[in-house]
T-cell receptor, first 115, second 118 residues
Framework: GEDVEQSLFLSVREGDSSVINCTYT??????LYWYKQEPGAGLQLLTY?????DMKQDQRLTVLLNKKDKHLSLRIADTQTGDSAIYFC???????????????FGKGTHLIIQP | DSGVTQTPKHLITATGQRVTLRCSPR?????VYWYQQSLDQGLQFLIQ???????AKGNILERFSAQQFPDLHSELNLSSLELGDSALYFC?????????????????FGEGSRLTVL
């Protein structure tokens, strides 16, 4: 079955780069996503990458995809206190139906910012 | 504000009881998803509805059921509650057209309903 694994915690100093890693098992994954959950809030899509891409950059965010190793990472440059949240990796397999049903999430990585 | 509204925000009840969680999707979104978030299981997909019809089922227990009404709001019914059902229940909606396989996969999440079973 599909499985998405992430480390539970990551602690970084303010101003440093944060790198959150994720591995997935479904080789038919078409889209891979990073969602952010701030305290007391629902998840919010940060960025996504198609499985035929290696890298995607969006301001302070860089997503790297190693399809051979089924490894996805999210790099946050110049980490700020406002980046403190839980970051979820998710994947969507290719299937014949429509919609985003069956999106599989990892358990989330708690990003802790040290002053 | 995601535009997805969930009520109630908090709910405390006893084992064996039944509760109903309500979700109003973003205006115009036809798809509604229910997820359960707990510390040990993470975020688990329960069920999806599209325009009133059930589209996909995940790890939803038989004691749980859901429906989507003609006005597109959805309800998740949890019955014969057990201690282990205590969790945060999220509703999400998406604008995905039925025939398009998750172009962006962007789900818009509500703030969740926190259920505590005592």
């Amino acid at each position: 079955g599909e499985d998405v694994e992430q480390s539970l915690f990551l602690s970084v100093r303010e101003g440093d780069s944060s790198v959150i890693n994720c591995t997935y098992t479904d080789s038919s994954s078409t889209y891979l996503y990073w969602y952010k959950q701030e305290p007391g809030a629902g998840l919010q899509l940060l960025t996504y990458i198609f499985s035929n891409m290696d890298m995607k950059q969006d301001q302070r965010l860089t997503v790297l995809l190693n399809k051979k190793d089924k490894h996805l990472s999210l790099r946050i440059a110049d980490t700020q206190t406002g980046d403190s949240a839980i970051y979820f990796c998710a994947e969507s397999p290719l299937y014949s139906g429509g919609g985003a049903d069956g999106l599989t999430f990892g358990k989330g990585t708690h990003l802790i910012i040290q002053p | 504000d995601s535009g997805v509204t969930q009520t109630p925000k908090h709910l405390i009840t006893a084992t064996g009881q039944r509760v109903t969680l309500r979700c109003s999707p973003r205006s115009g979104d036809l798809s509604v998803y229910w997820y359960q978030q707990s510390l040990d299981q993470g975020l688990q997909f329960l069920i999806q509805y599209y325009n009133g019809e059930e589209r996909a089922k995940g790890n939803i227990l038989e004691r749980f059921s859901a429906q989507q009404f003609p006005d597109l709001h959805s309800e998740l019914n949890l019955s014969s509650l057990e201690l282990g059902d205590s969790a945060l229940y999220f509703c999400a909606s998406s604008a995905e057209p039925e025939t398009l396989a998750g172009v962006t996969g962007e789900l818009f999440f509500g703030e969740g309903s926190r259920l505590t079973v005592l």
